[in-house]
């Protein structure tokens, strides 16, 4: 059993102990646990339990949980809550901003045993007549109702990924042709997809019916004749929007002399002396007259990044020590690090306190001696306090050779609001980065609305940097947003947010959107080498 689904069957464990009222001490520890589990990568398999008991979060009886869970492949607590619940009193559990209690108290108080009843009961002006709730615990619950509805079948791209390319492998061994491909969304490498598409020139009657779907995502097989192959792959990949410009009407038009001659997608574009537009760029919006002039640029490769800044060591909430970190950041082959704890004011992520950073600060020299000449960089993610102000006085944020600016609490903010909180941060002389401008989570948060031109006209005034969080639920700036930063001169970072070792491989995910909004080496701030990136810093601080 994976960790992901350890955690979440503690997860589950810890809500349904919470929903029945049971001991809180005992829910803390099973929560505490399946939170731990679920920022990390670790391998729990083949554990014994006083291996398992020595992983921070995790003691003797979480220990025998996770046992009971990779030899069973359940848990009989679980099993006995869930058993004792209805299934929409679970599902329930799933609506951000009612807790366990609140559902329990929905369920016993109105009798209320489904989302869809819980919905109803919103539009009733039902949930004020209970003591905790008020019109605007209503009105949130109502939103987050729909916006949970919005998303269901929905899955983040780095969810389906392996799944999918595993898909295109199989039936080229199933069907002996090389003639697969992925196409549609998750050719583009969107970050949100719904239906995996797959391509295959095939004669026979091609099924899947026979391949485990865990992730139960819709499956879509498009089949053509082996002459036909990326005329259709051409046609499938591409949005609507795309394929409606002129250009492509006398392709679109499947003439069969055309396609019996074909023998790359690259031919298309040629024909129409078109600049060749990468399958990620197919989205319809400027990259056909782009590529008319000859305008689109080369796309960063996940191979020009050079470092790895905005990571999370057990200094904070982290999984991974400081060394640690450094260590695995160096035999990836990048060139320097930059740690980012959680400031002092981030309390539920042990944030740093001023004698914390001090001591981080003399460990990071220590390891710099030892791992010359990779190098750390003393960094910080400071939380924007909701006035804009940074979250330590000016003495301690001077110590820093960098400074990641983010917004982590009271994010119920209009967009003026919002907007006007993160100008202030951007002006603030010590802010090198501009961190996960919206605070979203993809799927599971929207983010408060912000100007994103005022916000990049003003990183462009004071010379902040905006980052790419590349962890795959946040992708954050939008890409949509990258040509205009471009435009403006505003350079990107594309940060990981690691919180444990294996979280930099989400670099990779990053990359991905970047180029989908054209984002070049030249314009990515930690493509600079470490003499490039060191310069800049001490040139900031001065």
Same mark, same amino acid.
């Given at each position: 059993m994976l960790t992901e689904e350890i955690a979440q069957a503690l997860k589950r464990t810890a809500q349904l102990m919470e929903l029945?009222?049971?001991?809180?001490? &005992?829910? &803390?520890?099973?929560?505490?646990?399946?939170?731990?589990?679920?920022k990390t990568d670790i391998d729990l398999r083949g554990k014994t339990l006083q291996e398992l008991e020595k992983i921070d979060?995790?003691?003797?009886?979480?220990?025998?949980?996770?046992?009971?869970?990779?030899?069973?492949?359940?848990?009989?607590?679980l099993e006995d809550l869930t058993n004792k619940t209805p299934e929409g009193v679970i599902d329930m559990l799933g609506i951000k901003g009612i807790g366990p209690k609140k559902v329990g108290q929905l369920w016993r108080e109105l009798e209320i045993e489904s989302?869809?009843?819980?919905?109803?009961?919103?539009?009733?002006?039902?949930?004020?007549?209970?003591?905790?709730?008020?019109?605007?615990?209503q009105a949130e619950v109502k939103k987050q109702i729909e916006f949970h509805e919005s998303n269901r079948g929905k899955f983040h791209y780095a969810a389906v990924e392996k799944f999918a390319d595993n898909l295109v492998?199989?039936?080229?061994?199933?069907?002996?042709?090389?003639?697969?491909?992925?196409?549609?969304?998750?050719?583009?490498?969107?970050?949100?997809?719904?239906?995996?598409?797959?391509?295959?020139?095939?004669?026979?009657?091609?099924?899947?019916?026979?391949?485990?779907?865990?992730?139960?995502?819709?499956?879509?097989l498009i089949t053509c004749a082996e002459k036909e192959f990326y005329n259709k792959l051409f046609e499938t990949t591409a949005t609507e929007e795309h394929l409606r410009n002129a250009s492509f009407q006398p392709v679109l038009l499947q003439q069969t002399d055309y396609k019996s001659v074909l023998h790359a997608e690259s031919e298309i574009y040629k024909s129409l002396d078109l600049q060749y537009i990468e399958p990620e760029l197919r989205e319809g919006l400027n990259e056909v007259e782009l590529a008319k002039e000859n305008k689109i640029p080369k796309l960063i490769e996940v191979t020009d990044l050079k470092g790895i800044l905005h990571n999370h060591s057990t200094y904070s909430d982290g999984q991974n020590t400081l060394k640690e970190m450094a260590e695995y950041c160096k035999e990836l082959g990048y060139e320097y690090l930059g740690i980012c704890d959680h400031s002092q004011s981030a309390f539920y992520a042990q944030g740093l306190k001023p004698e914390r950073v001090l001591e981080q600060h003399t460990e990071i020299d220590e390891l710099n001696k030892k791992l010359f000449p990779f190098k750390i960089f003393k960094g910080i993610e400071s939380d924007i306090l909701n006035n804009g102000s940074l979250d330590y006085t000016d003495d301690i944020l001077k110590t820093f050779d960098f400074v990641v600016a983010s917004v982590h609490s009271n994010l119920k903010m209009n967009e003026e609001k919002a907007t006007e909180r993160l100008i202030k941060a951007?002006?603030?002389?010590?802010?090198?980065?501009?961190?996960?401008?919206?605070?979203?989570?993809?799927?599971?948060?929207?983010?408060?609305?912000?100007?994103?031109? &005022?916000v990049i006209d003003a990183c462009a005034v004071n010379g902040v940097?905006?980052?790419?969080?590349?962890?795959?639920?946040?992708?954050?700036?939008?890409?949509?947003w990258i040509p205009y930063c471009l435009e403006k001169g505003v350079k990107i970072s594309i940060n990981p947010d690691a919180h444990e070792k294996q979280g930099y491989h989400d670099m990779y995910y990053g990359t991905c959107v970047a180029r989908k909004g054209m984002l070049t080496k030249e314009m990515c701030f930690n493509t600079m080498s470490l003499a490039e990136i060191t310069a800049y810093f001490e040139k900031r601080k001065k």
């Amino acid at each position: 059993m994976l960790t992901e689904e350890i955690a979440q069957a503690l997860k589950r464990t810890a809500q349904l102990m919470e929903l029945y009222d049971e001991n809180p001490f &005992k829910i &803390k520890s099973v929560a505490n646990a399946a939170f731990k589990l679920n920022k990390t990568d670790i391998d729990l398999r083949g554990k014994t339990l006083q291996e398992l008991e020595k992983i921070d979060g995790i003691g003797k009886s979480i220990a025998a949980k996770i046992i009971e869970l990779q030899t069973t492949g359940t848990l009989k607590e679980l099993e006995d809550l869930t058993n004792k619940t209805p299934e929409g009193v679970i599902d329930m559990l799933g609506i951000k901003g009612i807790g366990p209690k609140k559902v329990g108290q929905l369920w016993r108080e109105l009798e209320i045993e489904s989302i869809g009843e819980l919905l109803y009961a919103c539009n009733e002006n039902r949930l004020i007549t209970l003591k905790g709730f008020g019109a605007k615990t209503q009105a949130e619950v109502k939103k987050q109702i729909e916006f949970h509805e919005s998303n269901r079948g929905k899955f983040h791209y780095a969810a389906v990924e392996k799944f999918a390319d595993n898909l295109v492998q199989i039936l080229k061994k199933k069907y002996n042709t090389e003639f697969v491909s992925l196409t549609g969304a998750i050719r583009r490498k969107c970050e949100i997809i719904e239906t995996i598409e797959l391509l295959i020139a095939s004669d026979k009657t091609v099924d899947i019916e026979d391949i485990e779907n865990r992730a139960n995502i819709k499956i879509e097989l498009i089949t053509c004749a082996e002459k036909e192959f990326y005329n259709k792959l051409f046609e499938t990949t591409a949005t609507e929007e795309h394929l409606r410009n002129a250009s492509f009407q006398p392709v679109l038009l499947q003439q069969t002399d055309y396609k019996s001659v074909l023998h790359a997608e690259s031919e298309i574009y040629k024909s129409l002396d078109l600049q060749y537009i990468e399958p990620e760029l197919r989205e319809g919006l400027n990259e056909v007259e782009l590529a008319k002039e000859n305008k689109i640029p080369k796309l960063i490769e996940v191979t020009d990044l050079k470092g790895i800044l905005h990571n999370h060591s057990t200094y904070s909430d982290g999984q991974n020590t400081l060394k640690e970190m450094a260590e695995y950041c160096k035999e990836l082959g990048y060139e320097y690090l930059g740690i980012c704890d959680h400031s002092q004011s981030a309390f539920y992520a042990q944030g740093l306190k001023p004698e914390r950073v001090l001591e981080q600060h003399t460990e990071i020299d220590e390891l710099n001696k030892k791992l010359f000449p990779f190098k750390i960089f003393k960094g910080i993610e400071s939380d924007i306090l909701n006035n804009g102000s940074l979250d330590y006085t000016d003495d301690i944020l001077k110590t820093f050779d960098f400074v990641v600016a983010s917004v982590h609490s009271n994010l119920k903010m209009n967009e003026e609001k919002a907007t006007e909180r993160l100008i202030k941060a951007i002006e603030n002389p010590y802010t090198t980065i501009l961190g996960h401008p919206t605070a979203r989570l993809l799927l599971s948060r929207p983010g408060y609305p912000i100007n994103h031109k &005022k916000v990049i006209d003003a990183c462009a005034v004071n010379g902040v940097i905006i980052e790419l969080n590349a962890h795959p639920y946040r992708l954050d700036i939008d890409w949509r947003w990258i040509p205009y930063c471009l435009e403006k001169g505003v350079k990107i970072s594309i940060n990981p947010d690691a919180h444990e070792k294996q979280g930099y491989h989400d670099m990779y995910y990053g990359t991905c959107v970047a180029r989908k909004g054209m984002l070049t080496k030249e314009m990515c701030f930690n493509t600079m080498s470490l003499a490039e990136i060191t310069a800049y810093f001490e040139k900031r601080k001065k």
